[in-house]
């Protein structure tokens, strides 16, 4: 329905709205797939975020823009009251790498999820080899939609951190990827308190 509505729309800017709108529905659908399918109340992680970045190849990058999207680390198993909104920031944060780290035309690179699960919290990294937030950049003035709804869901839903950054050598060397050829790539690292979960 959502998609037929935006086939019908003029203004590029309400597409793109709805699109989004679709793109973060997809996303919460994916995680109820998920859920349904495992027993119990909680979820492997990996299981949701495999599919995330399939449906992010598939949706956010072009020809002219090759992106490829690649997994470390397991998360453990999750609640769902968990596991939800943290595939909302993952979305989000994909997207965000997409649009920001790798404009069209340019030849595109590698956008890397690093996963760590202590039994206590729940560590996310998202690293990638584009051109890199300004030196001067802080995430806590960002205003667009997708960093206020990322913002939003770690510190105040699941009283996380997180943080942006460029990228430094000894994140790549750490993520097992180059380091970009031009530009500094952007670093997001994020922790959210976990209980009752499985570590991996």
Known sequence: MLRLQARRL??????????????????IALVHETLSREPGDDVAFIEIVRPLLRLAEEGYQS?????????????????ATIATPLSVV?????????DHEFPLGSPGGQVKVLLGNDGSTLSIRVIDDGRGVPVDFRLDKATGLGLTIVKTLVTTELGGTISMRQGEPADFELAGIAPPAQGTGTVVDL?????????L
């Not at 590029?12 to 793109?23: G, L, P, Q, T, Y």
């Not at 020809?63 to 609640?79: A, H, M, N, Y």
Request: proline letters at 9%; glycine letters at 6%.
């Open 90 to 98: 993952l979305t989000e944060l994909l997207q965000n790498a997409v």
């Open 10 to 27: 003029s203004s590029d800017e309400a597409k793109a709205a709805v699109n989004e709108s679709v793109r973060r529905i997809r996303t």
């Open 63 to 79: 020809p002219d823009r090759p992106v490829r999207f690649t997994v470390q680390g397991e998360g453990g198993k999750l609640p």
């Open 191 to 199: 922790t959210v308190p976990i209980k009752d979960s499985e570590p």
